[in-house]
């Protein structure tokens, strides 16, 4: 029986069954292990159908990291929709524990600084190169500023070297 599914399958093309669908509404498929006419061995692969087959369109995180890793084959059985909603509400669960946890330092950090624990960061700015010379001054340039649009070819000439 399996020599007369594979003939059909190699006369009707490539068999996939579908093996699930994830809360995005990208299917997966399986493309069973299979003989050529040769005789040859092709194994078996696996592939999504994107519920936005645009590529241009495509965002990070359109394939749940569950179906990422069955379809890398770094997973034996695809993921089952319970499983997929259980983990789903962990990394709310993390996201909202991770929030509670910034806000809690900032307003000790807030406290820190109003008691002078702390020194508040001193915000400088400073142009240029440390090793040069004029590190830190103001000075005017002598080099030509422009604002392209009355530039004139020929018109500007260097200072002379003093």
């Not at 069954?17 to 990208?26: I, K, Y």
């Not at 078996?44 to 965002?59: D, H, T």
């Not at 020194?119 to 002598?142: C, D, M, N, R, Y």
Request: hydrophobic residues 35%.
């Amino acid at each position: 029986m399996s020599r007369f599914a594979g003939l059909l399958r190699r006369t009707f093309g490539v068999v996939r069954e579908h093996v699930g669908t994830d809360l995005l509404g990208n299917k997966y498929y399986i493309i069973p292990e299979q003989r050529t006419w040769t005789g040859r061995l092709i194994r078996a692969k696996r592939m999504v159908v994107a519920a936005n087959p645009s590529e241009y369109e495509y965002i990070e995180g359109s394939i749940p990291m569950e179906w990422d890793a069955w379809i890398r084959g770094r997973r034996k059985e695809p993921p089952s929709v319970e499983e997929l909603l259980q983990n789903e509400s962990n990394r709310q669960q993390i996201k909202l524990k991770a929030m509670e946890v910034e806000e809690k330092d900032l307003a000790l950090q807030a406290k820190e600084y109003e008691e002078g624990l702390v020194a508040t960061p001193v915000k400088t700015l400073a142009k240029g190169h440390a090793a040069t010379t004029s590190f830190g001054k103001q000075e005017i340039s002598a080099d030509p500023t422009t604002n392209a649009n009355t530039f004139q070819p020929g018109t500007w000439i260097p200072n002379p070297k003093k």
